[in-house]
């Protein structure tokens, strides 16, 4: 659970801050543990780094400057541009869907381990 992870998820660009991004992770992985007793694993970790993302991406796209969505080539072919509002909102609900993915292969896997089996209906 490292900015660098939530980075490579979202291909947001070194530029956005380890400090604004350890700052949603210290409160995606307060969020993840409401949401499951299982406590490690990579799919515990995928889900707050998702969990982050998802908390973070609406504010990285609202203190955006006027102008801000003509920048250009920040790194090598990497390309980064502001999201709109409804855009910003999408890409949020995106992350929280792959966070509950990552739950569920998660909750899964520490049901098994348990000998239980959850069985839709």
Excluded: Q
């Amino acid at each position: 659970m490292t900015p660098e992870r939530v980075r490579e998820l979202t291909g947001w660009p070194p530029e956005v801050p380890d400090a604004l991004l350890l700052a949603h992770l210290a409160t995606a992985t307060r969020s993840v543990h409401v949401l499951t007793p299982a406590r490690s694993g990579p799919d515990y970790e995928e889900a707050i780094a998702w969990e982050a993302a998802a908390t973070a991406a609406p504010m990285l796209h609202t203190f955006a400057l006027s102008g801000a969505g003509k920048v250009g080539r920040l790194e090598g072919s990497v390309e980064w541009r502001f999201l709109s509002p409804e855009e910003a909102d999408a890409f949020a609900g995106h992350c929280r869907a792959m966070r509950d993915a990552a739950l569920a292969r998660l909750n899964g896997a520490s049901l098994a381990a348990a000998g239980l089996m959850l069985y839709a209906v």
